[in-house]
């Protein structure tokens, strides 16, 4: 039986979610993602920047990402914002119309990363200044939370007022996904450990069934801006 338990468990190794070393970028969700240690929002703050975020999201379809690492590593905040973007599709596919707010504490570092749908709008020069007049002053004493705030509303605010979403349906976003690949395994494993004990031991959890929803597969455009704080 033990044979058989570790066999089970060791497959489901093969399908757990990982990501692979050579990317060196995390997955992100809908819409901030603090992954500092110690946490540089408190989760009211995170709270509050979400709702600009699903504003957004809701009336445009453009998807907002913030982003908050202790260090962006041996990629640099540049190279680590384009590929974050990448890995994580931020903005609808097809529209490209994402953009990704990336604050990295130890490096006093940002980087406002802009797709291909909202490079007219979200200027390299207007997000410039909002890094540099919104967000840096903030940040650098320590208020990450006016910081990203206002760097997310003036963002947000210029999208809402310049941005026309291509034809078509505006969906709700989808804030809870199912996890229907652990459901999935979570039932097999079940059922092959009730015959094994003869209906005797019950898995209890195999994954979280409920996760946070992602973005919709856009694309980067390269354009944006980064700077110190």
């Not at 044979?3 to 757990?16: E, K, P, Q």
């Not at 979400?50 to 640099?76: K, P, W």
């Not at 006016?146 to 509303?153: D, L």
Request: hydrophobic fraction near 45%.
């Amino acid at each position: 039986m033990r044979r058989v338990l570790f066999a089970i468990l060791a497959g489901l190794a093969v399908f757990a979610p990982s990501l692979a070393l050579a990317d060196e970028v995390p997955k992100v969700y809908l819409y901030v993602n603090d992954l500092a240690s110690p946490h540089a929002l408190l989760s009211n703050e995170a709270h509050d920047i979400e709702d600009i975020c699903y504003q957004v999201d809701l009336d445009t379809t453009a998807e907002i990402a913030v982003l908050v690492v202790n260090t962006t590593g041996s990629l640099g905040i540049d190279m680590f914002a384009v590929r974050t973007f990448e890995v994580n599709g931020i903005g609808k596919k097809g529209q490209d119309n994402g953009v990704l707010i990336v604050v990295s504490t130890d490096e006093h570092a940002w980087r406002v990363e802009v797709g291909y749908g909202l490079e007219g709008v979200l200027t390299d020069g207007f997000v410039a200044r909002v890094g540099r007049e919104e967000m840096a002053p903030y940040i650098s004493a320590g208020d990450f939370y006016t910081g990203i705030y206002n760097g997310t509303v003036a963002i947000g605010q210029k999208i809402l007022d310049e941005y026309e979403p291509g034809p078509g349906s505006h969906p709700r976003p989808d804030l809870i996904e199912i996890d229907w690949r652990t459901v999935a395994i979570g039932v097999a494993i079940f059922l092959v450990i009730s015959v094994i004990t003869k209906g005797r031991l019950s898995l209890w959890v195999v994954g979280s069934i409920f996760k946070r929803g992602g973005f919709g597969g856009g694309r980067s455009g390269g354009g944006g801006a980064s700077g110190k704080f």
